[in-house]
């Protein structure tokens, strides 16, 4: 019997090329878009749990003032909580990642994602060495470890085990291991690892073993079984902060801890190691995937339900000879099955072509592994799902003629079978709309983002870090860009305005409140700041040569309100920053110095003549002079360090990347969606035109043109549409409104975002209808009334 069924179904997909070919392709296209999604979402998933004890690592961050989230936590509460809470077995500090210059062998490379580390780095995470002992490589303050990736770029096909690297152009290091390239779905991200014990020689948190600066990750790994629920979680997070409130009773700060594999999708946190993903975006593209499948298996119904007329009489014929409902269900769902699964291998073929466009518009390295079982489960399940969901209705549909009526030519529809298929299209055009005003709402806000006015022009402005010997010499530093005229605008700064994470409690005003505790971002600054970021100055005046012997102090408008300040008469109160008593000499314009995520903040400026780095304003369509300059004082001033360089707008550019990413991904799957769509879109214009086939010959008999039948044909389309576009409104703007609560600053959706999706669907729907529309008003009446 079942092999009957096959056959029948084979024969039918051969006769029906044309029909076989709409059906693969909506099934084949909504597949290969789940597969790549589910990849995705798989991928984002699976972030550190690739780590042995990933179920007992936790990282430490801290909150401040209820609204202010940090990853970092202060290194000496790191190292000495293990010895009074006896449940964590051991704790690791990493610092920030930072860029340095190496030398081997007289070759220079400049690597970034550096970091520093703990000796039981590798002890407490899972990177495995390729060369040297885990358990020493991290032991001795002169030793590095490196990735394969970075040691091949260093030594080549050489044994780097051993060898000799130069940082710095003064300290001499050696390679104490090499470690497997570091897994994609890994948060940390690193082409080498030093030891803390060399940086604890000249940092004073270190030294001094810190509970006040919090300045490093911290990860905690406790003893097996300790941690089993999220009461043993408060529990310890609970026991935590009593001793952090203990020992430091002049703060309130409290900790969180944060498992493993949450840091990746769960950590919308400040001053957190860049890269990390977002949950939300993984629960959107998780649905989007869903909807998609759900459409394309909406696409099959609507071209077999189009079909059901030419199949009916092979129906009645089949009950007539003896066939049960239930034999003619096996049936239909047998060929939705075997289509079903001629699709997947099409739409394993797709992912495979469309992979490497993917992971570039991704930024990610997705595989798919046909080799692991688990792989073929999870295809074979959507085969099957797909399937069974496409060939559901038709199988009902069709299963359920009466042979009596079907033979003597008198079948006709029932308005619940056709209330249903209106259903299925006005929902696949609810997912175009919607997808279409996702994509408009998500690139008119990151158009927002690029021109918004942060409170000082980001264009035209280079910046070089102070490295080598430019730390010492940034007096000749300043004087050879005073002297240039393509560098004479610049100023030396301690932090950029793009994602500021310096953050400090040690500040008193008159009249402050004892029990206040702000945290207060501040930016180290020359004279020249103003003017090369070209701020606004609401109140007094800027710094002078002499700010830094008066301790002069700049505070933006947050932090005048913030200290119960008037701009007016704020300049000229006294203002004491980590001890240090000074004046307020003037009150700038607000301006954005974190992501459009965040409200703006309070902010603290003071005079410094050192800084970490120079920034440069060029002038219009000066930028190669004035990069010519730069690297003609850099190599004069450090010649052992290539210039490195780059632009304030790239920077902030960068901290959006995301968000552009899922603006791209969406604008593709809606393009794909709308495909899918118009392939149901025309299977039910080919079912009801196949409905009014004799109608439309009257007509045409009648002396009705072309243009009014087409006009007859697409009215009903028409108002499908205008369903979706309503039933789409509310939902869109319930899903962009959330989306945009990210950010402190956001767009209003305006109504055109909906008219712009509304309009484009129905324009693309009358251009599929108007085909089918235009054939069956331009066939010869005679063959549709030749049977009457």
Known sequence: ???????????????????????????????????????????????????????????????????????????????????????????????????????????????????????????????????????????????????????????????????????????????????????????????????????????????????????????????????????????????????????????????????????????????????????????????????????????????????????????????????????????????????????????????????????????????????????????????????????????????????????????????????FRNGLVISQFVVSILLLIGTTVIYTQLNFIQNKNLGYDKSNLIYIPMEGELWGKQEALKTALEQNVWTSDFSIISDLPTNLTTGDFDIHWEGKDPNSQVLFPHINADENFLDVFQMTLLEGRGFSRTSIDNHDYLINETAAKIMGMDVENAVGKSLTFRENKGTIIGVVKDFNYKPLQYAIEPLILQHRKEGSLAVVRTAPKSTENTIAALEEIYGSLNPAYPLSYNFVDTSLDAQYKGERQMGTIFNVFALLAIIISCLGLYGLSSFMTEQRFKEIGIRKVLGASALLLVNMLSQDFIKLVIIAFVLAIPISWYAMNKWLQEFAFRIDIQWWMFGLAGFSVLLIALSTVSFQSLKAANADPVKSLRTE
């Open 1 to 419: 019997m079942f092999k009957n069924y096959l056959k029948i179904a084979w024969r039918n997909f051969i006769q029906q090329k044309w029909y076989s070919f709409l059906n693969m392709s909506g099934l084949a296209i909504g597949m290969a878009c789940s597969i790549l999604i589910l990849l995705w979402v798989r991928h984002e998933s699976s972030y550190d749990t690739f780590h042995a004890n990933a179920d007992q690592i936790y990282r430490l961050t801290a909150i401040a003032n209820e609204d202010f989230k940090a990853a970092v936590s202060p290194a000496g509460m790191v190292e000495e909580l293990p010895q009074l809470m006896p449940e964590i077995e051991s704790s690791v500090r990493l610092g920030h990642p930072f860029e340095e210059l190496f030398e081997v062998d007289g070759q220079k490379f400049k690597e970034d994602f550096v970091f520093f580390a703990d000796t039981n780095f590798l002890e407490v995470f899972t990177f495995p060495l390729i060369e040297g002992n885990p358990k020493t490589a991290l032991s001795r303050p002169d030793g590095i470890l490196l990735t394969e990736t970075t040691a091949r770029k260093f030594f080549g096909s050489e044994r780097a085990l051993g060898r000799t690297i130069k940082m710095n152009n003064t300290d001499t290091f050696t390679v104490s291991g090499v470690m497997a390239d570091v897994p994609s779905n890994s948060h940390l991200q690193f082409n080498a690892i030093l030891p803390m014990t060399y940086h604890a020689k000249t940092n004073s948190d270190l030294i001094n073993k810190v509970w006040d600066a919090f300045n490093y990750y911290g990860y905690f790994q406790f003893e097996k079984g300790v941690i089993t629920s999220e009461e043993d979680l408060s529990a310890a997070i609970e026991k935590i902060n009593q001793i952090y409130a203990a020992r430091m009773t002049e703060f309130e700060i409290t900790f969180n801890l944060q498992p493993l594999a949450d840091i990746h999708l769960h950590s919308n946190l400040q001053i957190d190691i860049p890269g990390h993903g977002n949950i939300q975006y993984v629960n959107i593209f998780f649905v989007v995937a869903f909807i998609i499948l759900i459409v394309a298996c909406i696409n099959y119904m609507n071209l077999a339900t189009a079909r059901s007329s030419r199949r009916a009489k092979e129906v009645g014929l089949r009950k007539v000879i003896g066939a049960g409902r239930n034999q003619l269900i096996f049936q239909f769902f047998g060929e939705s099955l075997m289509i079903a699964f001629f699709s997947l291998i099409l739409a394993i073929v797709m992912v495979y072509l469309a992979l490497p466009a993917f992971n570039d518009l991704a930024q990610k390295q997705l595989e798919l592994h046909l080799g692991d079982a688990n792989i073929w489960i999870g295809l074979m399940a959507i085969a099957l799902i797909t399937g069974l969901i496409s060939g559901s209705y038709p199988a009902l549909f069709l299963s359920g003629f009466r042979p009596i009526k079907v033979l003597k030519g008198r079948m006709k529809l029932s308005g619940s079978n056709l209330f």
